[in-house]
Structure formats: structure tokens, C-alpha cells
């Protein structure tokens, strides 16, 4: 008997430890870029030269930091991308929720056909909406009425590149930054609540809108933040539209960010990327201090939220 208690401890010991190493090592696959980037950030390029030098720097510095911020113009970059993650989140949580509601709550014709049509939103490549999208908002004109005022206001349509508008305007119409996947999330969580609770308002005189706003919205707070968490890290790291939409001195965060190397070459801060190892070095800490400023933000908002994240990805089922 003794013997079966050692033998069922071991197995107990070995199986719980095999789980740890393997836990740590998963764990260090995660944070290895992370470590990377904030310990090449903050060290000096000459301590960043030393080939012997890993992971604890001889010497501390913020020049690549205060480097980094001059050349991705980073105080009105910042402005920008917090000013478009913002507004495009807020309207993408109201306009998706509002649709999700919908779906979700009401019966109409062809609601199974334009639920088809959101999830076809969410498989659609971007690159294929790209041009039709830059046109428009080059020469907008919604429903010509620009054109058909031209004689008096003497423009034809309006130009809103290198405007927030470029992001903020599809969001307001549901249609914003990953809109067809908040509606389905939004979806799914109103189908998992019980009716009861609006029959029970319909009977206190609520409309539809009310009772959305004072019985819905409440118990749906997890994926709001759920939402919130998505389309603002997603705005804020999104590279492909701002790329296309934003032309001026002032660009988003990962626009300017990609931009580093090819504004220090062309202002003669360094020479050839295989030149010296210090050269190489510079390239290195500048690039980590960039992406270090750019991460920053999103990594600090998951890190408050990231219980309303979990917490809302279990009741709606997403997976993947």
C-alpha cells in the first residue's frame, strides 16, 4: 500500500511538473519578443555594440527612446492614432451593438439574408475593398449631394484623406475596421439572454430603444469592453488603411513606425544597415525604441481589462 501511495505521488509530481516547464516555456515564447524589444530600447548603442551583452545592458540610456520620438514625429502621431482609435471605437460599439441588437431580437424579412452579408464582411480580403474605399473617400459625395449643390457651395465633393473621417465614418455605419465581427459578437451575446426580462419592460411601457439602453447595455457591459479591448488595439495597430488613407507629415503611429530606417537614412543618421556593428546597433535601438512607444498604449488598456476580456470570450464563444 505504501509502495502504490509512493509510486501514485511520483507520477502526481512528475505530471505536475512536466506541466510547469512546459507552462514556463510557453510563457517565454510569448514574452521573448517583448523582452526583447524593451531591453534593446533602453540600452545604449554602445553597451547594445558589446556582442557578450544579452539581456542586462551595461548602460541604461533613453537616447534611442528620445531618437525614436523624433523621427516617427511621435507627440502628433500619438494625437492622431489615439483620436482615431477613440472615436472609431466609441462609433463602432454603438452603430455594431445597435445592428447585433437587431439580429439578435427582432424577426423581419431578409434578416437571414443581411446576417449572411455581415458574416461575408468579415471573409472579404481588405485589400480588395482598398481602392473602391480610397476613391470615395477622395471624392466623397454621398448621394450626390455636393454635385447637385456645386453651383451654390462651388465643390463638387470633398476631400476626407488624411482625415479621421477615413476611419470614423464607416464605423458610424457599421461597416468601420472588423464592423461585420462585433455585429456577430454582439449577436451572440443578446441570443444568450433570456426574453423575459424584455417582456417584463414592454409591460412597464418601454420601447425598443429604452429597453435596449436600460435592460440590454447593462448586462451586456463584458462584451462592450470585449469590443472596446478589439476595435481599439485594432485601430491602433492597423497599418494597411492608415498607410493608404494618411499622406501628410502627420501619419499614425505604425505608419511612422515603418518609416524609421528610411528617415534615418535619408537624414544621413547612419550608413549602410551592413555597415559597423554600431551602425547596425543604432538601426536595432531605434527600431525596438519605435515599436516599444507604439505598443505602449494597447498593452497597458489589456492589462486593466483583460478580465472583462476573458469573461466576455467565454460567454459568446469565440474561438481562434
Known sequence: MNIYNIRKKAGSFGFNLFFVLLLIGLIYIFIFPLLTIIITAISSPESSADPTVL????????????????LMNFLPSLGLTA????????????????????????????KNLIFAFVVLTIVVPPIFLTNPSFVSFRYFDPLNIFSLTEPVTGFSSINLLDTVWT?????????????????????????G?????????????CGAFKTYVRIIVPLAVPTFVTVILFSFIWHWNDFYYSAAYFMNDTRPLTVELSAIAETMYSSGMTGSIMGTSGTVTAYRTYIMAGCLLTIFVPLVLYLFLQRFFIESVERTGIVG
Open 83 to 110: 483620436e482615431i482609435s477613440v472615436l472609431a471605437t466609441l462609433a463602432s460599439c454603438i452603430a455594431c451593438s445597435l445592428a447585433g441588437y437587431g439580429l439578435a431580437r427582432f424577426k423581419f424579412p431578409g
Open 167 to 191: 476611419f470614423v465614418f464607416p464605423a458610424i455605419l457599421g461597416v468601420g475596421l472588423r464592423g461585420g465581427l462585433f455585429i456577430f459578437i454582439f449577436r451572440q451575446s443578446f441570443l
Open 55 to 70: 539581456w542586462v545592458p551595461k548602460k541604461v540610456s533613453a537616447v534611442g527612446i528620445k531618437t525614436a520620438m523624433e
Open 193 to 205: 439572454m433570456p426574453k423575459d426580462l424584455e417582456e417584463a419592460a414592454k409591460i412597464d411601457g
